[in-house]
């Protein structure tokens, strides 16, 4: 792995040594001489991993020589050091160089005085098309097009296209397809690039092009446009308004940063953590840790509330005291795995209304399984330690019930909770843990009480 | 989302009452009719959720209507399921309809004997080519990449180019790139589509062609080649053998389901479930969640055995069983908070050596300082619940103790096991809650035995 990391991102630790030279030597020349090869999300990754010192010594020295295209991959916090130390009519100067997705990418988390003041700078139509982009909703397909785009009429041929093309300076740098709009400028097929440079040039464009695409409505969220994409394999589909005109193009790259984001969103919620956790500051840190670590304090003083209603029983056995913390502890894992296949597999759309039934049945009969072949292990390692088989048949019985519960409210909460606007992957592990700690102590106790008395 | 879902899915209640009534009624031609207008991959996602004898029967109706291009979308055990159905032949007699990639992506999961048979009743030239894909290591970028590609050489002209593109017919249906290669047919630089197409026909191709490009080792792990498109936007990228010789192109199509599966992987092995967990049967289901909960059995145990030795303390004081599992539970969420962050920033390469040492750092500090909070909001509440302000002091400072614990292990397990071949998420986890359980319960016990008798 050192090898590829090497070849392919650059960094590496003779470079990192020559930078800081070159930075410690105040060597304007020279930093920007060995930053100059540096493919833009190397540098980008540079300064996001920088330490501040470094960031502010390396943005200074690049200062006229940064490349615009560094801009959309910084994080956060450091596109601010970048904004408050090249100035505002700096920075403005830099955004009319990126395609405008990019730009959006790039203004979007700024405080709205900030904004303003950057469109300001901007040249008026640059600042429209920007603004009327910002006023799509976050997270929306809007925001994650662009507007640079290749469109023909239909009753166009193939050579008219591509002259077109040819004369146009207006174009994406890149482009996959071209779209096909009837006299209203709604989109009636797509053409791929690779099929009009095959073709001849007096077919028409409407012979050829393919009549199976994906429309996506502009204010379809972002995790929707990433499952079409992913579904149907697609490289770039047209956006279209209210009006079913076509507005803009998103491309599949757009698309591989939501994927992920929403992937690491998942990840992320189930583990108690927010998805800008690893890019913030240690007091944001600390601050968007904590309700979640509160919450959870709360179900665990719950628990200790069901076992203080035990606490004679306890006193009579104490072996129950060291006992009982095994039936909660397994039944939150065997809960968690339900969880855990229950949340991604509602997000990848593997779970629809289709097979969701048939899917939580299955995890309610797995939970039964597992919770009969515990029981018995349990059952019977604690009966020898113990010497005590009602002990073993009680630990048994509550682990069983416990698993039950486990694998039903694993499978049903987010379930349940995808039909709601809230994200089943933040909730359900807390009232996961919450029911499987409150019920696995008040079962084995409560048992203990009854039988073991 | 219901109305997306009927116009992007598909898979409507309408659509499936009549599909169900075409298959009760034996109506085979309905059956076909409903299915044709589907996308492949819908066609796919209503065999992969329907019922068994549901799927049989439709396999039946579609039988030699089948679309080929379903077959890679197909979880393993339907594909299975379509390969008996049909026979040998007339599977085999779909697959040279398929791009190589999507081939090795149907018939890498079989097992080796099916597969040879399956390759036996296959062209003997496809053969060649795929018995050379399989023999990539799995996961490797020798299996992503297809082998159908346009390559020109480089003193060849942009007119060149566009004559060969046109008259070949071995090419594949779509593509974004012509990879421009030496006379040792060792790639160069990259011509994307509709730079081609937007240039003079009298231009050589190497003064156009992009010299920054991305040559992909036929060995490279998935998870690299993944990493490497995210990074820097790629839609595709040529792989070399270890000649430096261009054998293949992988596309982004690839790479997004890579991305996914990837993501997939984390997200499942943090949760202690293995990545096919969705689409197994019950039982391989159990087989495959037992040995994780059986590990989580034992390190119960453990605590347990920590409980058992201070049982003479907790016969005393009766409040300890009572209040002992706050802390592991609670240090429990805050180590995996932590553990998240560092397994997911890992596997994004958003934590390298750059800066892995000022990430741990900053998650001790951040648990040392949650520490502290929490430790004060516990003993505050157990010293007024209990009226007891020692036992209030003794839990406080166990759970400083434990967070330091949780903070350490959640961040030094992931990136000391990222060294080695030990996946982080599966182990890390198992081996923090182990950790935060055992010192959690020591930590107040032993402290509750020195201090409250």
């Not at 029981?375 to 330690?385: C, E, K, Q």
Request: aromatic share 8%; glycine share 6%.
């Amino acid at each position: 792995m050192p090898d590829q990391q090497e070849i392919y991102f650059q960094l590496t630790p003779e470079f990192m040594d020559a930078l800081h030279d070159a930075l410690n030597h105040g060597d304007q020349e020279q930093v920007q001489h060995l930053v100059e090869p540096l493919h833009a999300a190397d540098l980008a990754d540079l300064l996001n991993k920088s330490k501040e010192l470094d960031r502010v010594a390396l943005i200074t020295a690049l200062s006229s020589a940064l490349d615009p295209e560094v801009l959309p991959y910084l994080e956060e916090h450091v596109q601010e050091e970048v904004l408050e130390l090249l100035g505002r009519d700096r920075f403005a100067s830099l955004l009319p160089n990126l395609e405008s997705d990019d730009v959006i990418d790039v203004i979007k988390d700024l405080e709205e005085e900030e904004r303003n003041d950057l469109l300001q700078a901007m040249p008026a139509r640059d600042r429209a098309i920007l603004e009327q982009s910002l006023h799509y909703p976050e997270d929306s397909a809007g925001r994650l097009m662009q507007r640079e785009m290749v469109v023909t009429p239909e009753h166009w041929t193939v050579g008219q296209a591509i002259d077109l093309i040819r004369l146009n300076v207006d174009l994406p740098k890149d482009f996959y397809a071209v779209f096909v709009v009837d006299p209203k400028y709604r989109p009636v097929g797509v053409l791929t690039v690779s099929r009009l440079l095959r073709s001849q040039r007096e077919v028409f464009v409407n012979e050829l092009m393919d009549k199976q695409y994906w429309p996506i409505p502009v204010d379809m969220d972002q995790e929707e446009v990433a499952s079409l994409f992913r579904k149907y394999g697609l490289v770039s589909a047209p956006v279209i308004n209210q009006d079913e005109r076509l507005v803009g193009v998103i491309t599949v790259d757009d698309v591989v940063d939501v994927i992920n984001e929403e992937a690491e969103e998942d990840i992320m919620h189930l583990g108690g953590v927010s998805e800008k956790d690893t890019s913030s500051a240690v007091f944001e840190t600390l601050k968007m840790r904590f309700p979640w670590l509160l919450v959870n304090l709360g179900t665990a003083f719950l628990s200790s509330f069901v076992i203080s209603c035990f606490s004679t029983t306890i006193d009579h056995l104490v072996e129950l005291a060291v006992l009982m913390s095994i039936v909660p502890a397994l039944c939150g894992n065997a809960g968690t795995q339900t969880l855990t296949v229950v949340v991604r597999g509602l997000a990848t759309k593997e779970i629809t209304e289709l097979n969701a039934r048939r899917l939580a049945f299955k995890e309610i009969f797995v939970a039964i399984a597992n919770g009969i072949i515990f029981a018995v292990i349990t059952g019977i390692a604690s009966a020898l330690w113990f010497q005590h088989i009602n002990l073993g048949i009680t630990i048994g019985i509550a682990m069983i019930g416990n698993f039950v519960v486990a694998g039903t409210v694993g499978a049903l909460i987010p379930i349940g909770l995808s039909k709601t606007s809230v994200d089943p992957a933040i909730a359900s592990s807390v009232l996961l843990s919450a029911m499987t700690d409150t019920i696995g102590f008040f079962l084995f106790l409560g048992l203990a009480s009854i039988f073991l008395l």
